[in-house]
């Protein structure tokens, strides 16, 4: 693990903030995550990397779990700290290059919108729909980094998204194009349910790529 240094911090809402680090050339591919860990403790965890490919630094997106083990420590830290940091791993990588068709769509719960500000910061011009999902309108994480068309906030506490309901309510109302290759990132649930929508909705397995946070 290498040391990075913490160089921003930006507060989302009460829960959720970016770290931004030192990038120190650590190579990735949008759609990786690093492990994070404490100078000095044994506790480690997995976070997707938020920022683009090209971006000189190195940013996460992380909501703080009231119980959790490391989210309520790495909520108190500040520019200036430093946390190790592993990887990149994993295999939710993305390039257009990499797909027979090139219409995308991204689902995701929470914070794990990450990978895909990641896809759209290093692809700026993807032709993508966003669905997000979440419990209130305020937890639209820095949506103005998308296209606003290209977005439908679903909203389960609230009435102030697109959508009132969850993100798989909403795939249901949808027609798809059988090519669609389907990103899906958040809560074990949401992809579950998710992957049985798209397949009876003719998507074909293999052009559905999951990451599951928890
Ligand atoms: C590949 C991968 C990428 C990930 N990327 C991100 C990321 O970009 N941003 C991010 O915030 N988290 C991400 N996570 C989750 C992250 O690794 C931690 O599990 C999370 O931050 C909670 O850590 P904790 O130590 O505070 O809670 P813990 O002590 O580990 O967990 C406490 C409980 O909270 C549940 N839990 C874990 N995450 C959440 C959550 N987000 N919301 C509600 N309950 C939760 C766990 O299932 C557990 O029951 C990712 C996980 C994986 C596997």
Known sequence: MKLHQITAVRQLT??????????????????????LRRPGTIEQREYTVYSGAKDNFLEVLVREVTEGKVT????????????????PFGFFRFNPKMFPSQKFLFVATGTGISPFHSFVKTYPSLDYHLVHGVRFGEEAYEHHDFNKQNITLCTTG???????????????????????QCFLCGNSEMIQEAFDIL?????????????VYF
């Open 14 to 35: 009460d829960s959720t903030f970016v770290l931004q680090l030192e990038r120190k050339e650590l190579p990735f591919h949008t759609g990786q995550f690093v492990i």
């Open 72 to 87: 309520p420590r790495l909520k108190k830290m500040q520019p200036g700290d430093q946390l190790e940091v592993d990887g």
């Open 158 to 180: 609230d009435k102030t998204g697109n959508f009132m309901g969850r993100v798989t309510q909403f795939l249901a109302t949808q027609k798809l194009e059988s090519d669609t």
């Open 199 to 211: 397949t009876e909705k003719g998507i074909e397995v293999q052009n559905i790529y999951t990451e």
